[in-house]
């Protein structure tokens, strides 16, 4: 019935034109919902309703993008209707990691293990200065690449669905290089080779952490500022395949790079501006 209702109101707006993508009924357990053309945000107080507002706006605009950095935009219109993704806003971070039980460094949650994935979810929470411009943007771009990738995720590794998340959080492609050029110059990055198996959460020191993080950005920005973005969605489509990365990498950029050694050969050579 609810379903019912919000394709009836969606309808209506959609006959009217392109007055407002946002309206409201009310769903479970205290939720308010709004929802726009590819997202559904749901909020508990009122105060959040113009967060939920935003978030849909800032979520459309993201989705166009994300979709036209990784090769995704022939699937536009794929997550719509009652495929719409969710934005789940807690009024506090209290309850959001009560909900999620993930640990109050915790900002933004979509995780390939979770139900919250299954169900292209993204729970967050009210008053993070960063909402818009990080946990947005990097959350929304873990659930695009598992829905793009499908069955095929688990061949993509980790670090590099890490790197384009980050890629797409405002301001921070410029920063890993610099960051990343006294790890390299005391060889201390982490090599590609081990990075391939890696995930953030087996590492326990903070620094091998930012690392981790910093590496996988910087190789991505690599990538698509040497090499460019067809070279890349090329990649993308070869792993999207079920290819191995070291396979997807030499078909991909077949000329330039022969192996996963031959990557962190240029990369290092690229940071450390030889
Ligand atoms: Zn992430």
Do not use: C
Request: proline share 2%; net charge neutral.
């Amino acid at each position: 019935m609810k379903q019912l209702l919000s394709i009836i109101v969606v309808l209506i707006i959609v006959s009217l034109g392109k007055i407002s993508a946002s309206f409201a009924i009310q769903v479970d357990e205290g939720f308010t919902e709004i929802v726009s053309e590819h997202f559904r945000a749901r909020f508990l107080t009122s105060s959040d309703r113009e967060l939920a507002r935003r978030a849909l706006d800032r979520a459309e605009y993201l989705y166009k993008r994300v979709a036209r950095d990784i090769g995704y935009s022939r699937y536009d219109g794929y997550w719509t209707w009652e495929k719409r993704a969710g934005i789940i806003l807690f009024p506090d971070q209290i309850s959001f990691s009560r909900f999620t039980g993930q640990p109050a460094w915790s900002v933004g949650y979509a995780s390939r293990e979770s139900i919250f994935f299954h169900n292209k979810t993204i729970v967050s929470f009210s008053g993070q200065a960063n909402f818009f411009d990080e946990v947005l943007p990097h959350e929304l771009t873990h659930l695009m690449f598992w829905d793009y990738f499908d069955r095929h995720i688990a061949s993509v590794p980790v670090w590099f669905e890490e790197g384009v998340a980050q890629l797409e959080e405002t301001g921070k492609r410029g920063i890993a290089k610099d960051a990343l050029r006294p790890v390299v110059q005391s060889g201390k990055h982490i090599q590609f080779r081990v990075l391939g198996n890696l995930r953030p959460s087996e590492l326990n020191q903070d620094a091998q952490v930012g690392i981790y993080y910093a590496e996988s950005l910087s190789i991505i920005v690599f990538l698509v500022e040497k090499y460019g973005q067809e070279a890349f969605y090329q990649l993308i489509k070869e792993l999207r395949g079920g290819q191995s990365f070291e396979k997807a990498l030499t078909r991909s950029y077949g000329g330039i790079f022969k192996s996963m050694d031959d990557l962190e050969g240029r990369w290092v050579r690229y940071i450390l501006d030889e």
